[in-house]
């Protein structure tokens, strides 16, 4: 079992930066794949970005470019760099872990059912 806990959202311009951190606690951290998702008003849950310890990163071509997801074992955490941030941005988003011997559909994890534990999400809000 793994506990994680968002943080860092909030109110922000258009064109700024937020960074979001996930703490784990439960177990060890590097035993687990890392994602980041996130739901806007209306919409569906989407995939962000994802971190595997061993094979490196991926994400979403809306954030491609804009957006860094990293993690420092040492302290339990993953981060979402967010620089540029539009107002199509805004959306709760959502940290998600799963044990990384778990099936893996592709390289990364995309979807959210290959993730078992979730946080409770942090609020972005981008205004124009």
């Known amino acids: 079992q793994v506990q994680l806990v968002e943080s860092g959202g909030g109110l922000v311009q258009a064109g700024g930066s937020l960074r979001l951190s996930c703490a784990a606690s439960g177990r060890t951290f590097s035993d687990y794949d890392m994602g980041w998702f996130r739901q806007a008003p209306g919409k569906e849950r989407e995939f962000v970005a994802a971190i595997r310890w061993s094979a490196g990163t991926d994400y979403a071509d809306s954030v491609k470019g804009r957006f860094t997801i990293s993690g420092d074992n040492a302290k339990n955490t993953v981060y979402l760099q967010m620089n540029s941030l539009k107002p199509e941005d805004t959306a709760v988003y959502y940290c998600?872990?799963?044990?990384?011997?778990?099936?893996?559909?592709?390289?990364?994890?995309?979807?959210?059912?290959?993730?078992?534990?979730w946080g409770q999400g942090t609020q972005v809000t981008v205004s124009s």
């Open positions: 998600a872990a799963a044990n990384n011997y778990r099936f893996r559909s592709g390289i990364y994890r995309y979807q959210q059912y290959e993730y078992q534990y």
